[in-house]
């Protein structure tokens, strides 16, 4: 196990722009105070105004500009994470609030609505098209807002300028949630929007950003009601929102934190990414782990899928090569996985982890 202790000293955001959706209630608001808390401006995006509005009024008494000419340090839109043109405009306003944008964090979410397989469905109701409300908040909201965060990020930045992604997904981001059917689904797809974009956005021949995950087991907000009382009677461990968004703030302000999902129990965090990886062969096995290795090898970085379709001409590679891979990345790639062979690890995954991620994370007990 890999326990991850935050550490944020004062000032750790100190200056940052941090933009937060799902920023006016529950874990959302915790962070939005504990990184101006840190120094930084937030610029908080939610649906529900009422909430936002309050919360910027306290944040605006409490926090003050260190000049009077300066932007507040909050600012709050209402903003709704399913309409792309909603969540421009939200980053649109913190770019030309503070001129650019340094951390964004998808918070917004919602727990399972209703019964997708209900026992009860006939043949006739089944005809009914179901909500895919969860769907589209928790995964699609996410997938718009890292898009988006994508290009605002590079914007405005000076060299060496750290810049980031945290995305909320769960505990049923990675492990079964019986009847929570559509919600763990749509967190299964965050950490797989995570893990797909660790190795791309990270290149510093690319996006040159960092995406991690949090994955928080029972908080308590608004979100746990129907299993509140049930759990505590069962004296399980139940994290504050504040715990929540301490490692949150500490994953933001953590510049060789790339690739890493923390689960978070009671206030403690435990980075999982890591120990899936080193411990493939155990819980996969040796054979297919090392057939695996030569896959994830050859798809390398993944720009096979996203270059751009050329005419197909008759291959004059031999099979098991996918059509449009350049002869030099080929050669390049076979020794890669020649190298993966000998030694069988699964370099090919450590790929993503390799920005000095270890930092903070203590690898004790494994
Ligand atoms: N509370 C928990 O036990 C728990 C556990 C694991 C993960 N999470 C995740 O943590 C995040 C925060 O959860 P929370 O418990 O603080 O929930 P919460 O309900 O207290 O806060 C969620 C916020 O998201 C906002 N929101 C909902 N739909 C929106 C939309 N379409 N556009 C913009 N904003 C929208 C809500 O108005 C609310 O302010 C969520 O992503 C949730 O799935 C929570």
């Known amino acids: ?52 509005e309050r919360l910027l009024k306290k944040c605006c008494d409490q926090f003050h500009p260190e000049e009077e000419d300066m932007p507040p340090r909050a600012i709050f839109q209402t903003t709704d994470v399913t309409n792309y043109p909603s969540l421009l405009a939200l980053f649109d306003l913190a770019f030309k609030t503070y001129k650019r944008i340094d951390h964004v964090v998808s918070a917004a979410g919602i727990v399972e609505i209703g019964n997708w397989f209900d026992t009860s469905l006939t ?23 890292t898009r988006i965060a994508s290009v605002y990020l590079r914007h405005n930045r000076g060299s060496n300028c750290d810049r980031s992604i945290l995305l909320f997904s769960c505990v049923s981001g990675f492990k079964e949630s019986p009847s929570l059917f559509i919600y763990q689904a749509s967190k299964h797809g965050v950490t797989g929007l995570m893990r797909s974009l660790r190795t791309y956005i990270s290149s ?21 009601k129907k299993v509140e009382a049930q759990w505590k009677r069962a004296e399980l461990p139940i ?4 715990q929540v968004a301490t490692v949150a703030t500490g994953v933001l302000a953590d510049q060789s934190l790339n690739g890493m999902s923390m689960f978070i129990e009671g206030g403690r965090a435990w980075e999982i990414e890591q120990n899936i990886n080193r411990l493939e062969t155990e819980w996969l096995g040796e054979a297919p782990s090392k057939v695996l290795a030569l896959g994830q090898g050859l798809l390398d970085d993944g720009s096979v899928w996203t270059a751009p379709e050329r ?15 350049p002869l030099n990345k080929i050669n390049g790639l076979t020794n890669g996985v020649k190298h993966v062979i000998s030694d069988g690890v699964t370099h090919g995954m450590s790929n993503g982890l390799t920005n000095g991620v270890t930092n903070g994370v203590a690898n004790g007990v494994h």
């Open 239 to 242: 994290n504050t929102p504040e």
């Open 1 to 52: 196990m890999s326990q991850y202790i935050p550490n944020i000293p004062t000032s750790c955001l100190a200056k940052k722009v941090v933009l937060i959706t799902g920023g006016a209630n529950g874990i959302g608001s915790s962070l939005v105070t504990q990184c101006l808390e840190s120094g930084a401006n937030v610029c908080i995006g939610d649906l529900d105004n009422i909430s936002g």
């Open 204 to 224: 510093p021949y690319k996006h040159y950003l960092r995406i991690n995950t949090v994955c928080p087991w029972v908080t308590q907000t608004d979100s746990i």
């Open 123 to 145: 043949l006739e109701t089944v005809r009914q098209t179901p909500t895919h409300k969860v769907m589209d908040v928790n995964l699609l909201g996410s997938m718009y807002v």
């Open 311 to 325: 005419p197909r001409k008759k291959s004059t590679i031999s099979v098991g090569v996918p059509p449009g891979v």
